[in-house]
């Protein structure tokens, strides 16, 4: 499966930004698809993730309450509704799935499939 991500900018602090991770070359429908980011100098982070059916989520601590993760299986997407934007919040951000119908990973090591990136910016 390809994911292309996309949807990030520049924003101010307490903005928000809506991310999309569009699937192709398989049926989306039995992967389980996280969101990672990495800010410059840091390793990868878990950002959040979503089961193949959307009912089990699961968010970091530091973006609980203001990131929302949902896809849509009929347009082969899933998407990350960032609110209350952090300067803290700035990094690359990817995302990533794995085949499996069993809890989604939280582990950046536990996804076979990336995509390429989009950068989130938020000024002060």
């Known amino acids: 499966v390809q994911l292309q991500a996309s949807g990030g900018g520049l924003v101010q602090a307490g903005g928000s930004l809506e991310l999309s991770c569009a699937a192709s070359g398989r049926p989306f429908s039995s992967y389980a698809v996280g969101w990672f980011r990495q800010a410059p100098g840091k390793e990868r982070e878990f950002v959040a993730t979503?089961?193949?059916?959307?009912?089990?989520?699961n968010y970091a601590v530091s973006v609980k309450g203001r990131f929302t993760i949902s896809r849509d299986n009929a347009k082969n997407t899933v998407y990350l509704q960032m609110n209350g934007l952090k300067p803290e919040d700035t990094a690359v951000y990817y995302c990533a799935a794995r085949s499996t119908y069993f809890d989604p990973p939280t582990s950046a090591y536990d996804y076979d499939y990336w995509g390429q990136g989009t950068l989130v910016t938020v000024s002060s």
């Open positions: 979503i089961n193949w059916s959307g009912i089990d989520t």
